[in-house]
Structures are given as structure tokens and as C-alpha cells.
């Protein structure tokens, strides 16, 4: 079975400060992984995948996340963060075999201060 | 292009009632999603449809939960005998096939049992 595991509940962080929103799965098979963002009274919006390749994958909004197989994570990276990041933030995995069922963590809310 | 629509946006039902949530995936896409999110919780995966046909059922909490899809278009999700722990946000999601890895999703249904 896989599931994942978001460290953080909340993240509080002044604006132009880096950020990092941890993200560890656990998968028998091999897994594609997914950051998905979600602004208040919005839905989900993809931020960014990692399917195969590149380790480091580059995603919207200057977002970027580093797939590192021999420690299970997935951790999103944003050098400066803006007020307009404050949302709540999902990892989630799906097994490359199959459909794309997701699993999802229980999210992070990523608060941006002036 | 319009997006994943649901409605409503919210719904307040007494315990034991029946409720029906809908949604309007994009056009064209053939694979179809529910998902439920708790408060404070990540999102756990109710249903998925392959056009019409739904291969994997084994999110539905329980008997009270159903879904059906009418070809490639709207999907219904119902609850019978609403109970208080059915609270949360529905959402749905699609995608241009099973294989396609984004999901595209709507901005949820909030249900509220008292």
C-alpha cells in the first residue's frame, strides 16, 4: 500500500524568505509524484510532477521539488515566497501501473507574513 | 475552456436524509474522480470512472455511498442516510484518460450533516 506523510501541518514564513514544505511516501512499486495547491474557497491546482528523468523538477510559480528515491521524499523548494503563496499545499503519490489514483497527505498550510 | 464544475458548492441536510452531488468534468475527458477531504485532513479517493464503467469502488466508506456516470459527461455521487461523519468536502476531478497524470479539479462540495 502507499501513502505519504506531509511533516508540517503549517508553515509560517515571512515574505521573500525561502520555504521548504517536506513530503515523504512510502510505495512497494514505483511511484509518480505530485504537489497540488489550494487557495482558499478554490480547488486543487497542479504545481508540479515528477514522472521520470530529471530528479529536480521545475513547476509553476517559481515552485520546484527534488524526487530522492533512497530517502522516499519529495520535498517542495521555493527560493523567495510571495504573500500570494498563502494556501494549503498537497503531496501526493499514484503507482506508475494502472490508473492514476492518488493518495494524498493530510497537507500543509503554507502562511505567508508581510 | 470551462473547467470541472460541481454543484452545489454547499449543502446542509439533516441526519438521515439522502443527498446527490454532481459534477461536470471537462469536456472530453474520459476518467473521472471523486475524492472526499475531511476538515484538516488530505483527500482520500472515493471512486473512479473509466467513461461509464467504474473499475474501483473501494473508497465508498460504505454501502450508503453510490455513484454513476452517464458516458463521458456528468457524474452523480449519493449519500443515503446521511450521517454526521459524511461532513466534508466532495471533489471531483478528471483527466483526459486514465493513463493522462494531471488531474483536473473542481472546487468541491461542501457537505454539512447536522
Known amino acids: 500500500a502507499q501513502s505519504v506523510t506531509q511533516l508540517d501541518s503549517q508553515v509560517p514564513v515571512f515574505e521573500e524568505a525561502p520555504v521548504e514544505l517536506r513530503c515523504n511516501y512510502s510505495s512497494s512499486v514505483s511511484v509518480y509524484l505530485f504537489w497540488y495547491v489550494q487557495y482558499p474557497n478554490q480547488g486543487l491546482q497542479l504545481l508540479l510532477k515528477?514522472?521520470?528523468?530529471?530528479?529536480l523538477v521545475k513547476g509553476i510559480n517559481g515552485f520546484e521539488a527534488e524526487f530522492n528515491k533512497s530517502q522516499t521524499s519529495f520535498h517542495l523548494r521555493k527560493p523567495s515566497v510571495h504573500i500570494s503563496d498563502t494556501a494549503e499545499y498537497f503531496c501526493?503519490?499514484?503507482?506508475?501501473?494502472?490508473?492514476?489514483?492518488?493518495?494524498f497527505g493530510a497537507g500543509t498550510r503554507l502562511a505567508v507574513h508581510p | 475552456g470551462a473547467g470541472v464544475s460541481q454543484s452545489p458548492s454547499n449543502k446542509v441536510t439533516e441526519k438521515g436524509k439522502d443527498v446527490e452531488l454532481r459534477c461536470d468534468p471537462i469536456?472530453?475527458?474520459?476518467?473521472l474522480y471523486w475524492y472526499r477531504q475531511r476538515l484538516g485532513q488530505g483527500l482520500e479517493f472515493l471512486i473512479y470512472f473509466q467513461g461509464n464503467s467504474a473499475p474501483d469502488k473501494s473508497g465508498l466508506p460504505s454501502d450508503r455511498f453510490s455513484a454513476e456516470r452517464t458516458g463521458e459527461s456528468v457524474s452523480t455521487l449519493t449519500i443515503q442516510r446521511t450521517q454526521q461523519e459524511d461532513s466534508a468536502v466532495y471533489l471531483c476531478?478528471?483527466?483526459?484518460?486514465?493513463?493522462?497524470?494531471?488531474?483536473?479539479f473542481g472546487p468541491g462540495t461542501r457537505l454539512t450533516v447536522t
Open positions: 501526493a503519490v499514484s503507482g506508475s501501473g494502472g490508473y492514476n489514483k492518488l493518495i
Open positions: 476531478a478528471s483527466s483526459w484518460g486514465v493513463l493522462a497524470y494531471e488531474q483536473y
Open positions: 515528477y514522472l521520470s528523468g530529471s530528479t
Open positions: 469536456s472530453g475527458h474520459t476518467a
